[in-house]
């Protein structure tokens, strides 16, 4: 009898399981070195070197370093390893599934939390070092900007619900979602108060509720 040979789509499955475990230990390896070291102690060869993988490969899976920035907080953002539209997101279509304004805000405090307990640590070390990458700082400006939009059809979201508050238009709720669900909010109260991620969730819906509805 010849020898049997493995069928090729289990080897094409190894081969792509052992390249996305490559990729995983590169973006942690990466994370570690910004969030504790800064972006300049972030050389790709650190990162290769903490990863076990070759400089080479650094470069092939995620590019330079400002594209690998943006990945990670990308990454952060959508609780994936990859960037997930909003319209994606599970808690958005929960969000958007809820018929009451205050089950709405509820949702998305939740949801608030969670992301900055991933993302505020990366976001101090961009704002760390946008003074002198100005990549960085266009990078993190394009993101605020796309949070802002999302705001406005969170702001939408809600009007239809004729909970709002008849004196604030709807760029003004967006407004106030933007400016509340910032990670620089969520450091000020969990990171430098103490507050707990539960404590911070119950206040930040508690304080939408106040701020935005009429009942």
């Known amino acids: ?15 792509a399981e052992g390249a996305e475990r490559t990729r995983q230990s590169i973006f942690d390896a990466a ?9 300049a102690a972030m050389t790709m060869q650190a990162i290769a070197d903490r990863a076990g ?17 943006k990945l990670l907080v990308e ?21 958007r599934a809820a018929r009451s304004a205050r089950e709405k805000l ?16 990366l976001v101090r070390a961009v704002e760390a070092a946008a003074t002198v990458h100005p ?18 059809k969170l702001a939408a979201d809600l009007q239809r619900t004729d909970e709002l508050r008849t004196d604030l238009t709807t760029n003004q709720v967006a407004d106030i979602l933007w400016a ?29 509720s106040r701020l935005l509805l009429n009942r």
Not at 55 to 60: E, G, M
């Open 106 to 121: 509820a949702i998305y405090a939740r949801a608030v939390v969670d992301i900055q307990r991933r993302l505020a640590p």
């Open 53 to 69: 993988v070759a400089l080479d490969t650094v470069y092939a899976t995620v590019g330079k370093k400002p594209l690998l920035v």
């Open 1 to 15: 009898m010849g020898r049997r040979v493995k069928p090729r789509r289990y080897t094409s499955a190894v081969r």
């Open 75 to 95: 990454m952060a953002i959508s609780n994936t390893d990859r960037e997930v539209p909003a319209e994606q997101r599970e808690y958005v279509q929960r969000l």
């Open 180 to 208: 509340t669900n910032s990670p620089e909010l969520f450091t000020l109260f969990v990171v430098q108060r103490g507050w707990s991620p539960a404590a911070y969730e119950h206040w930040l819906a508690d304080a939408w």
């Open 135 to 152: 990549d960085l700082y266009a990078m993190w400006r394009e993101i605020a900007e796309r949070r802002a939009e999302n705001m406005k």
């Open 31 to 39: 994370r570690t070195l910004f969030v504790e070291h800064g972006y």
